[in-house]
Each structure stands twice: as structure tokens, then as C-alpha cells.
T-cell receptor, first 113, second 114 residues
Framework: LAKTTQPISMDSYEGQEVNITCSHN???????ITWYQQFPSQGPRFIIQ???TKVTNEVASLFIPADRKSSTLSLPRVSLSDTAVYYC??????????????FGSGTQLTVLP | DTGVSQNPRHKITKRGQNVTFRCDPI?????LYWYRQTLGQGPEFLTY????????KSRLLSDRFSAERPKGSFSTLEIQRTEQGDSAMYLC????????????FGNGTRLTVT
């Protein structure tokens, strides 16, 4: 299982760029890195997924260095509504095992006005 | 709304009672997962179905817990003889069959055992 380590909490101000880093030193060759966002009393919501280098979509960017032992979720120009818990998930369902899709404790991002 | 649907949203029960939750996944998703989440923690994996077959169960899933997915469509999670330690949010997710298909979660059922 690729364990992940994230900061417990981060604060930012509206309009700033926020970078949340996740460490996954034991990542396996076939593992992908997926980030989820969770608001209180809701289920996690998929944000972005990547394998290596950089991935960008309409809400975020994901930076993965060559050794893949960490990844950084980048949220451009955050707003108050981005206040949520962000989870980094590392795994691969190729072998048919869901057990490894294990969430850590996540990072509580608080955006201040 | 074509997302994952869970019912009920909230359930309050007395210790010792049985409860059943329902999950309706996204229709074209073959995989269905149950997770449990307690306050301040990330979701913990409970069990996973590929179509109607239950392929994995966590050690967390004691013999008081049972999950079914008849006909590979909706799924139910039953907890028998509930205990106060069962109080948690129970989350259902579904995904396509690909090795890296993201999970799509419902908004969960909040269980409170008094």
C-alpha cells in the first residue's frame, strides 16, 4: 500500500494560489495519483488525476516530479468556496484490489477573506 | 441527477437494532465501493463489488455487517445489532472498470447509534 502524508491544515487568502503537497515514498510503478475534495456532510469529489509530469484541468493543476515520490495539487486564485478537505489517493485497480484505495486524513484548507 | 444516490441521508437508531442503507450507483458503473468515515478522518474502505460479485472485504467489516449488490445494480449495506462505535458516515462510491477510473461518491448516510 502506498501510504500518503499530507499537511493537516493550511490557510490561504482569497485570490491566492494554493499548493498542497502529498508525499508517497512507496508509490508503485502502476499507481496513479488522484486528488479529491470534500465539503462537510458530502462525499469526496474527484478533482484531478495524474501519473507523471503535469496535468491541468479547469479547476486545478497536478505536478508530479520524475521520481513520483510526491505530488502537488495547485489551486489557482482560491475563493471562500474552496474551503474544504483535500485528499491525495495513490493506487491502482489493475490487479482488481480496492483495498489499496486508502484515504489518509487529508488537508483542511481554509480560505480567509 | 445521474450521480451516486444514497438513502437515507440520516439514520438514528438505538443500540442493538438493525439498519440497512441503500446506494444507487451511476448506471454505467460496474464497480461499487462502500467506505466508512468518522469525524476528522478520511474514508476507510469497507467492501467492493464488481457487478454483483463482492470481491473484497476489509477487516473492518465484522460479521455484523453484510453488503449485497443483487443484479449488479443498487447495493445495500446492513448492520445488525448496532453498537455505538458504528456511528459514522457511510459512503458509497462507484466507478468504471478501468484500472485508474476515479471514484464517484454519494453524499453518504449519517448513522447515529444511541
Amino acid at each position: 500500500l502506498a501510504k500518503t502524508t499530507q499537511p493537516i491544515s493550511m490557510d490561504s487568502y482569497e485570490g491566492q494560489e494554493v499548493n498542497i503537497t502529498c508525499s508517497h515514498n512507496n508509490i508503485a510503478t502502476n499507481d496513479y495519483i488522484t486528488w479529491y475534495q470534500q465539503f462537510p456532510s458530502q462525499g469526496p469529489r474527484f478533482i484531478i488525476q495524474g501519473y507523471k509530469t503535469k496535468v491541468t484541468n479547469e479547476v486545478a493543476s497536478l505536478f508530479i516530479p520524475a521520481d513520483r515520490k510526491s505530488s502537488t495539487l495547485s489551486l489557482p486564485r482560491v475563493s471562500l468556496s474552496d474551503t474544504a478537505v483535500y485528499y491525495c489517493l495513490v493506487g491502482d485497480m489493475g490487479a482488481g484490489s480496492a483495498r489499496q484505495l486508502t484515504f489518509g486524513s487529508g488537508t483542511q484548507l481554509t480560505v480567509l477573506p | 441527477d445521474t450521480g451516486v444516490s444514497q438513502n437515507p441521508r440520516h439514520k438514528i437508531t438505538k443500540r442493538g437494532q438493525n439498519v440497512t442503507f441503500r446506494c444507487d450507483p451511476i448506471s454505467e458503473h460496474n464497480r461499487l465501493y462502500w467506505y466508512r468515515q468518522t469525524l476528522g478522518q478520511g474514508p476507510e474502505f469497507l467492501t467492493y463489488f464488481q457487478n454483483e460479485a463482492q470481491l473484497e472485504k476489509s477487516r473492518l467489516l465484522s460479521d455484523r455487517f453484510s453488503a449485497e449488490r443483487p443484479k449488479g445494480s443498487f447495493s445495500t449495506l446492513e448492520i445488525q445489532r448496532t453498537e455505538q462505535g458504528d456511528s459514522a458516515m457511510y459512503l458509497c462510491a462507484s466507478s468504471l472498470t478501468g484500472a485508474h477510473s476515479p471514484l464517484h461518491f454519494g453524499n453518504g448516510t449519517r448513522l447515529t447509534v444511541t
